[in-house]
């Protein structure tokens, strides 16, 4: 089974997220900072992060950052940035730092669903 951390601080949206993915089988946990998120990133595999921009404590570039510099387990999982940020220098950045795939919200459900089962088939 795959692996997924959803790092999303709206807890609505989060939650959406989860309920697509595990309905698809993958076992997924979330969390809401990151500083939350660096902390399971160093303490447990996966093999996909759903990652927000504007997340609290760090922001997700910060994360992605993280995962791609600093995390031996994680540091070759795919990486997916799903934000409402509309500043191109963002996507710009997102792809500089190693994310796989960037997301604009609001996210269609099953092109989101779609696209994990892609960076997931690519990571086997």
Known sequence: MKNILIIEDNKILLQMMRVFLEREGFSVKGCVSGKEAVDLIDTEKFDLFIVDIMLPYLNGLEVVDHIRN??????????????????????????????????????????FVARVHHHLKKNT
């Open 70 to 111: 600093n995390s031996t387990k994680n540091a070759h999982a795919k990486v997916i940035i799903v934000s409402d940020i509309t500043n191109e220098d963002y996507v710009k950045d997102g792809f500089d730092i190693g994310a796989d795939d960037i997301m604009r919200k609001p996210v269609s459900p099953p092109e």
